[in-house]
């Protein structure tokens, strides 16, 4: 029992490492990406070709004044990053990022916790996220504040129904929640080694769950609660200092949240010839990263009424009729 | 259980680094308050009223058309994870109860329900 806890104790301590230092290298992946397609040159003066920019971004950030203004409702203020960053994070408590390995004569499988209900428990988690941004926005004094928080609720409650029946299409070919399990499903039977991938079973489920995917992490095209040039900094324009750092993190840490769980569910998470499980599962999420960054670069942000209306007269009638769709292939099918 | 347990080494953790990175930040970053300082901001102008103002009554209709399909969606993924065993008798079940829910959809689309005036 003790190992167990120590060795899952130091699993942890690695994968939130990991993390981390993936998010602060998103900023910089970013940053660099955008800056190319628009014909600049992005972050270049820290470090060789501007690599010590997060790490330059982290210290300025904790030498800055944390400036609470006078009227904030105390505690709730105080709560809201906690609650923005913990569930951002514990997304990757369920998703595999290795076949396992051994170490020290210890079988060590490849994911924190397999939990049986793992699919129930990430979008529990990605529901979780629009708490921090609520109490954020009402607990701070200032309107846009309050303004942001509202849009940003809004859109997510009316994505994330789709975001979850995009993919019950899998669930019904894979009769199974674990992600484990449904990685091992997406195990490559011939030398065409994508051909048991869920996106080939499931190619417009995977289109909904990226969409949706985009709107439920507030990105671009669907950042409308952040948009600037309206609301200044939404929910967050009342923080500064760490606090600020702890919503920003806990942005790019639900964006790897989601391409992560796109890539273990839709592209056969670990699974790939040659190279080791790792670092085809990098790969698979940062082509998830480059996709949201490419999508920022290219398309300008959505009408709020054009977001509602695109989240519920499309998308979730496409979702529904996937997830039946499915159903009736899988009867026929006689599977 | 120890799948349990190994979820709340997380969150235990998860929590820790924002304690440990707020701490540390105490520790090093100026406070130096001010009134003027401690203002909300309000593009520089002094704040007038509350900012707990009156909002689009839409977004109490998008709340409550969440929590109707939010409920369908708790549904179907039980039925979806043991689809493989139920077949044919589940699907049509299925469908009956997605019609209904549907029904309610295009109700509320044709009230304009959906609509942002």
Wanted: negative net charge; proline residues 5%; charged residues 10%.
């Amino acid at each position: 029992m003790l190992e167990m806890i120590l060795i899952t104790a130091v699993k942890v301590f690695m994968v939130l490492s990991a993390v981390l230092t993936a998010c602060a290298y998103s900023t910089y992946l970013e940053r660099k990406v955008v800056a190319h397609m628009q014909h600049r040159v992005g972050p270049l003066y820290a470090g060789p070709y501007g690599l010590l920019q997060p790490l330059a971004d982290a210290v300025k950030l904790a030498f800055k004044e944390d400036l609470v203004p006078d009227n904030v409702e105390r505690v709730t203020y105080a709560l809201a990053p906690v609650a923005s960053f913990v569930p951002a994070i514990l997304i990757f408590a369920v998703v595999p990022f290795s076949n396992g390995f051994t170490w020290f004569g210890y079988d060590i499988p490849g994911v924190i916790s397999d939990l049986n209900i793992g699919v129930l428990y990430i979008f529990a988690m990605t529901s979780l996220g629009v708490y921090g941004i609520v109490l954020a926005g009402w607990s701070s004094p200032s309107k846009y504040s309050m303004m942001g928080a509202i849009r940003s609720s809004a859109q997510m409650i009316s994505y994330e129904i789709s975001y979850g029946l995009s993919i019950i299409g899998i669930l019904i070919i894979g009769n199974t929640l674990s992600l484990t399990e449904i990685v091992a499903q997406q195990a490559a039977e011939s030398w065409v080694f994508f051909g048991n991938w869920y996106i080939v079973k499931q190619p417009l489920g995977f289109l909904l769950y990226i969409t949706c995917a985009i709107a439920e992490t507030n990105r671009a095209p669907f950042d409308l609660p952040e948009a600037e040039s309206e609301l200044v900094g939404g929910y967050h324009t009342e923080y500064s200092s760490m606090r600020f750092s702890m919503f920003f993190i806990a942005e790019y840490a639900y964006m790897l949240g989601v391409a992560a769980v796109g890539a273990t569910l839709f592209l056969g998470g670990w699974n790939g010839p040659f190279l080791p499980p790792v670092i085809w599962f990098l790969i698979k999420v940062f082509l998830f990263m480059f996709l949201y960054i490419w999508l920022r670069a290219t398309f300008p942000r959505f009408r709020y009424d054009q977001l509602m209306q695109f989240g519920w007269k499309v998308l979730f009638p496409l979702a529904i009729a996937n997830t039946m769709g499915t159903a009736v292939w899988v009867v026929l099918s006689g599977q | 259980m120890t799948e349990y347990l190994a979820v709340l080494i997380f969150i235990v953790a998860g929590i820790g680094i924002v304690l440990f990175t707020f701490f540390f930040s105490k520790l090093i970053r100026p406070h130096n308050p001010y009134a003027e300082k401690d203002l909300n901001y309000e593009c520089a102008e002094d704040p007038q009223g509350s900012s707990w103002v009156q909002f689009n009554n839409r977004f109490y209709i998008f709340g409550l058309i969440f929590v109707i399909f939010d409920v369908e969606a708790i549904f179907l993924f039980p039925w979806a994870v043991a689809f493989g065993q139920l077949g044919l008798y589940a699907l049509v079940e299925m469908v009956i109860f997605i019609l209904i829910l549907m029904f309610g959809l295009f109700y509320a689309w044709k009230k304009g329900a959906l609509k942002w005036v």
